[in-house]
């Protein structure tokens, strides 16, 4: 798919659902949905390409930084952090969210917890996490690798693949399959709509699914490319 089409479609596809996305991931036989990992502030809506960060504990000979990487985040991005589901200590708060809010950065997901909830409320910076917790992660871990794959759970992330999240939680869907999910997406939610029409118009809800095929939405069709991939 060519980079101007791709950009339109996924303008279109921003009125997508993390449950859209990923009953569209199913179609395709893809994982995508990230267990556990839900808003804890600011809007519940992401949309957009992540950019990875993943962590480690704190290497004593030659100490890195939880932070600095902030400065190399495009916009419209979204902050990917893979803390391997720490509960006891922090990589994001207040200052970062309101840098990433003024510099026009999509929101941060982390695997692990989140501090400063109030400061990203006040900056209107969506924030998903595993939770929130006052530990900071100075001195306890720094940032390990940047732009290579991580994982928010079972869920591998590489850098460039789609992130939308809701107040349903959070679904990836990898660089190289985002034209095919996306258009799936698309295609499913209007006939769930014409569902949702007709049984507003009075049609016996069994008849409406029946008719516009609901049960065979997620379904791949035998021999077809999703289930070849």
Avoid at 51 to 58: D, K, S
Avoid at 143 to 155: K, M, N, R, Y
Avoid at 174 to 185: H, M
């Amino acid at each position: 798919m060519q980079a101007t089409t791709l950009e339109n479609l996924l303008r279109s596809a921003e009125i997508l659902t993390s449950a859209e996305i990923s009953d569209a991931l199913d179609y395709f036989r893809l994982p995508g949905g990230a267990v556990g990992i839900a808003p804890v502030a600011g809007p519940q809506r992401l949309f957009g390409r992540a950019f990875t960060v993943r962590f480690a504990p704190l290497d004593i000979s030659r100490p890195g930084t939880v932070g600095d990487y902030l400065d190399d985040i495009p916009a419209g991005a979204v902050v990917v952090l893979d803390n391997g589901g720490r509960l006891d200590c922090t990589v994001w708060g207040g200052i970062m969210s309101q840098l990433a809010a003024q510099r026009g950065i999509s929101g941060t997901v982390v695997h692990g917890v989140c501090r400063d909830t109030v400061e990203a409320e006040q900056a209107g910076y969506p924030l998903f996490a595993r939770g929130c917790f006052m530990r900071t992660g100075k001195d306890r871990v720094q940032a390990d690798t940047v732009g290579e794959p991580v994982s928010l759970g079972d869920v591998r992330v590489c850098a460039g693949d789609l992130v939308v999240g809701d107040r349903d939680g959070v679904v990836i869907v990898p660089s190289a399959r985002i034209g095919d999910v996306l258009l799936r997406a698309l295609e499913m939610r209007e006939v769930e709509e014409r569902i949702l029409r007709a049984a507003l118009d009075g049609m016996p809800l069994a008849q409406a699914r029946q008719e516009f095929g609901y049960h065979s939405l997620q379904r791949t069709p035998a021999g077809s490319f999703a289930e070849a991939r």
